[in-house]
């Protein structure tokens, strides 16, 4: 049966927490070098390592170390299943190895290296949702060898720094669409209306609003069949270009609002985040119905 961390656990993740509510940069590498040093002092581990893991390589590079030299275990690319490190990333499991040059999976070479002796190992998968980022490696556990409860702590402050830095990326990536396209947005004379992958509004232009007849206050962040309650058409439309990533040009939809019927011309699109990966989609339209009567 699982028990709750103890006191020194819970006060050693009150300090990661304090210092993730601080963060306010993108910067991974930055931050996983900072929560791996918190690690290390809470767990009390002589050495650790972050791996950043390269999908088109399916390879793991050390970016940051304490207690070794990253340069030269930088020199040593790890691929997907190869060492410790690299079954934990294959297999997306935290394990524990209790005598290092006992187990058939680890890597001495990395010894030979940058000349330091392991003991003993506790490795964590970094999981972004379903991806891999990354494994975080702790090494020699000065007092005895590394515990169930350490791994909790260890995988909870972890999956925090995730989430962080998931939210981050999404907030600066709609700060730079935003940016880049206001201009364009509040002076476009057709409506423009986009939601995330989860279908929640990230941008509503004012011609939009006025179009749709939306409160010109409407926050943002909101479920899309919310916020075009009167319009569920629209909703829907949006939310199939999301699932199935195709879009359409030069379409029609019929809608009535406060007994008047309604033309809209729209087409759809997919929004991209700065790394190319579909991050929503958006509608274009006008208003038709005297073009149509």
Avoid at 218 to 237: F, G, K, R, Y
Avoid at 239 to 247: D, E, F, G, I, L
């Amino acid at each position: 049966m699982k028990t709750p961390l103890s006191g020194g656990y819970l006060e050693a993740l009150y300090d990661v927490l304090e210092f993730l509510s601080q963060v306010r940069e993108t910067d991974e590498e930055r931050v996983w070098s900072r929560v791996l040093e918190k690690l290390s002092v809470a767990l009390d581990a002589e050495a650790s390592t972050y791996f950043l893991y390269l999908p088109r390589d399916r390879k793991l590079i050390a970016r940051y170390s304490l207690g070794v030299s990253a340069d030269r275990l930088g020199e040593l690319p790890i691929a997907m299943g190869e060492g410790v490190c690299g079954w934990v990333a294959k297999h997306h499991e935290a394990i524990i190895i209790e005598d290092a040059y006992k187990d058939s999976r680890f890597l001495s070479k990395a010894d030979e290296i940058t000349g330091f002796k392991t003991r003993n190992i506790l490795a964590v998968p970094l999981m972004d949702r379903l991806d891999l980022s990354g494994v975080v490696e702790l090494l020699n556990k000065r007092q005895g060898c590394f515990s169930a409860e350490d791994m909790r702590f260890a995988e909870a402050a972890c999956r925090l720094s995730l989430v962080l830095l998931r939210s981050l990326r999404f907030e600066a990536m709609v700060t730079k669409v935003s940016s880049y396209h206001s201009s364009v947005l509040q002076n476009l004379g057709g409506g423009f209306l986009a939601v995330d992958l989860q279908g929640r509004t990230v941008l509503i232009n004012p011609a939009a609003k006025k179009i749709l007849s939306l409160s010109p206050d409407l926050p943002l962040n909101l479920p899309a069949a919310q916020v075009l309650q009167h319009v569920p058409e629209m909703s829907d439309i949006l939310m199939q270009t999301v699932a199935t990533r195709r879009t359409v040009k030069r379409q029609e939809l019929r809608w009535k609002h406060e007994g008047a019927e309604h033309i809209l011309g729209y087409s759809t699109l997919l929004l991209q985040d700065p790394d190319g990966n579909t991050s929503g989609a958006g509608i274009t339209f006008q208003d038709i119905t005297q073009f149509k009567g």
